[in-house]
């Protein structure tokens, strides 16, 4: 299914924004047989008790750095990549405000990707001046307990609006165009929503919600205005804190993957295209689990997910045998508490990377021995339609995407076909 027109807003989200990511369309020649496997890089990012993570070409490199929100008094911090997998931070911290979740996006259509801070006290904007240097926007935005933020465009204007998880009751707020936000009433008071993911789970054309809840899970149906109706009510009975949208089991509609806490096994809900979920037989681990997110990790074509788990349990990979079924890998990774995973290709090698925010101890960055390194040699010989600008050609792709999170393929970039952005194609 061809995409409707984007243009070049990207958003990519690590708590928040899961990801909605469509199936994969192509695949990529020359990966390792060990294509779904990781292993720790060794890297140690900050100790900041973490609580988000979003991936993006912060610094207009042309890789995906990150951008870390934090607990307690700690800076949320940015992590710029140097190409290969590599962080160093960054100079530049943005507020102590006790962030919990963090999503990018080019709030004010300047090009370049800005910051959404979902926060204890109020919601923060912080605008980046396209070299990685963010500056508050001054607004200050509600004053209620926010868990996450799910970013796309709500109301069919062309901007990227905000749809927030709180403790309370969740929000939406409008974007102007130009990165200033008010609130709108649309949404129904549903009181404890952990998280948001943004996808069309009812076919028609524009981003409902999927919320991820402390009792039971809700679908919101989207007029097309921004304004939403409660769909399905009261999907599962755990107390969910991480959903992800994609196609999993291949017949063209949304499904979701939801991370349980409270000792139940994550699910898989499967859509009858019209925004109405079943669960399926797949009761995924019994450890406590705060983010899922959804990739092809493997390498055959559909996708898999890495959950983040807490309380020392260690991080899974769950792989998905194409029909929505998933079986455990034996690759498990870490004990950190860990909060949050934002999939990304880190290293250029052309497969799907991982960085985890930890609650205790460093965020890592796991890596992939599926991919081949990028030729870094001057005096290689490359195909023409091959550049190193890891920002896809939004004109080029094809998939099915909603509003969070895609996974497209590019066909002019041969050598980043597979490459997971976390990212909001406009009305994606």
Request: net charge negative; with cysteine.
């Amino acid at each position: 299914m061809a995409l409707p027109g984007f243009r070049r807003r990207f958003i990519s989200t690590a708590l928040v924004l899961p990801l909605l990511i469509a199936p994969v369309t192509g695949r990529l020649s020359g990966l390792a047989p060990d294509s779904g496997v990781f292993f720790d890089s060794g890297q140690q990012l900050g100790q900041a008790s973490s609580h988000s993570v979003a991936l993006g070409d912060i610094d207009g490199d042309g890789d995906l750095d990150a951008l870390v929100a934090n607990l307690y008094d700690h800076a949320n911090t940015v992590w710029l990549n140097d190409g290969t997998g590599r962080f160093d931070e960054s100079d530049g911290v943005l507020g102590h405000s006790y962030s919990r979740g963090v999503s990018l996006g080019d709030l004010d259509d300047d090009g370049d990707l800005d910051a959404f801070l979902a926060s204890e006290g109020a919601n923060t904007v912080w605008l980046n001046d396209g070299e990685g240097r963010f500056t508050d926007s001054g607004e200050q935005l509600g004053g209620q307990a926010s868990i996450a933020a799910a970013l796309g465009d709500l109301d069919g204007d062309g901007d990227l609006d905000a749809l927030m998880a709180n403790q309370d009751a969740d929000k939406i707020w409008l974007n102007n165009g130009d990165g200033t936000f008010v609130e709108s009433n649309a949404v129904p008071i549903i009181a404890a929503g952990f998280y948001l993911a943004l996808g069309d789970v009812d076919g028609d054309g524009d981003p409902d919600a999927f919320q991820a809840n402390k009792y039971r899970n809700h679908i919101w149906l989207n007029d097309g205005d921004g304004g939403f109706t409660v769909g399905q009510n009261g999907i599962g009975d755990a107390e969910s804190r991480g959903v992800a949208l994609g196609d999993l089991d291949g017949d063209g509609d949304l499904d979701a993957f939801v991370a349980n806490m409270d000792g139940k096994p994550n699910t898989v809900w499967l859509n009858d295209g019209e925004g109405s979920f079943v669960a399926s037989d797949n009761e995924l681990g019994l450890a406590s689990s705060a983010f899922v997110a959804l990739g092809d990790l493997d390498d055959d074509g559909d996708l898999d997910a890495f959950v983040a788990n807490a309380f020392g349990g260690a991080d899974a990979i769950w792989l998905n045998n194409g029909e929505g079924v998933f079986v455990g890998s034996e690759n498990r990774l870490g004990s950190d508490n860990s909060r949050a995973v934002a999939l990304g290709d880190l290293d250029g090698d052309g497969d799907l990377d991982a960085l985890v925010a930890n609650g205790e101890g460093p965020n890592r960055v796991y890596l992939n021995q599926g991919g081949e390194p990028p030729d870094t040699d001057p005096d290689t010989e490359t195909d023409a339609d091959t550049d190193t600008d890891t920002t896809p050609d939004t004109d080029n792709a094809t998939g099915t995407c909603g509003t969070a999170a895609c996974q497209c393929t590019f066909p002019s970039r041969p050598a980043n076909r597979r490459f997971l952005l976390t990212v909001l194609l406009s009305m994606c």
